[in-house]
């Protein structure tokens, strides 16, 4: 027995009544029906977490398809800071 979780599919991740993030996940038992459900992160969390899958993500080429976020930024020096780590 084993679950699977994976991103629904044509739900996009929304901001929340409460100003949090939904991020629609789906879940599935091994031979068993999915289950849709959100995992919701405040505005912190979320940024936690972004900074941790950009360091996963650190030194790997973007894929074509990648979103622009992913995609090489230029910028000149003493333009972008690093001010904390999360």
């Known amino acids: 027995m084993s679950w699977t979780i994976e991103r629904t599919?044509?739900?996009p991740v929304r901001r929340t009544d409460d100003n949090q993030l939904a991020v629609p996940l789906r879940l599935s038992?091994?031979?068993?029906h999915p289950t849709d459900i959100e995992l919701?992160?405040?505005?912190?969390e979320?940024?936690?977490l972004h900074a941790a899958l950009c360091r996963a993500l650190d030194g790997q080429p973007a894929p074509p398809a990648?979103?622009?976020c992913r995609q090489p930024v230029q910028t000149f020096p003493?333009?972008?800071q690093i001010v904390g780590r999360a």
């Open 46 to 48: 979320a940024e936690h």
């Open 29 to 32: 038992l091994t031979g068993g």
């Open 66 to 68: 990648a979103p622009d």
């Open 9 to 11: 599919p044509g739900r």
């Open 78 to 80: 003493g333009t972008a």
């Open 40 to 44: 919701t992160l405040t505005l912190a």
